[in-house]
């Protein structure tokens, strides 16, 4: 955990970036990827800056729990009954935005496993 986060997401956080927020709560914003990979294709981020998965602890537990379940909520929202929650740990696993992230994709066939 950082107090400069400087990453797109700490960007969009503080509106340096505007973006259409689909949700928001004291915890977490969500809003649509710029390069969607499917017709649904969202992201969940904290507004606790954590970097990636690996850097989380025992302490946000409770708000990892959080972000899957806003997850969920907004997939079914989008009239999702399948889809493919992703969190891409560390740049070889493609994570490019270090600012943890949850993917919410779907509205299409979802091959597996992935590349
Ligand atoms: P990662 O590759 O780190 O798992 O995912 C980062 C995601 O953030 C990518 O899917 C990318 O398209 C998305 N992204 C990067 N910059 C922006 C931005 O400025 N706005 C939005 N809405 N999405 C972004």
Request: charge should be negative; aromatic fraction near 6%.
């Amino acid at each position: 955990m950082t107090e400069n986060n400087q990453t797109v997401f700490g960007k969009i956080l503080r509106d340096e970036i505007k973006t259409d927020r689909i949700y928001e709560d004291e915890h977490c914003i969500a809003f649509k990827d710029l390069q969607p990979q499917a017709p649904v294709h969202i992201l969940v981020i904290p507004r606790l800056h954590i970097a990636s998965l690996s850097e989380a602890d025992e302490n946000q537990a409770l708000l990892l729990g959080h972000l899957l379940l806003v997850a969920a909520k907004l997939a079914k929202m989008q009239g999702l009954i399948a889809w493919r929650t992703v969190i891409n740990t560390g740049a070889e696993a493609g994570q490019t935005v270090f600012h943890l992230h949850i993917h919410v994709i779907g509205g299409r066939p979802l091959l597996w496993p992935p590349g």
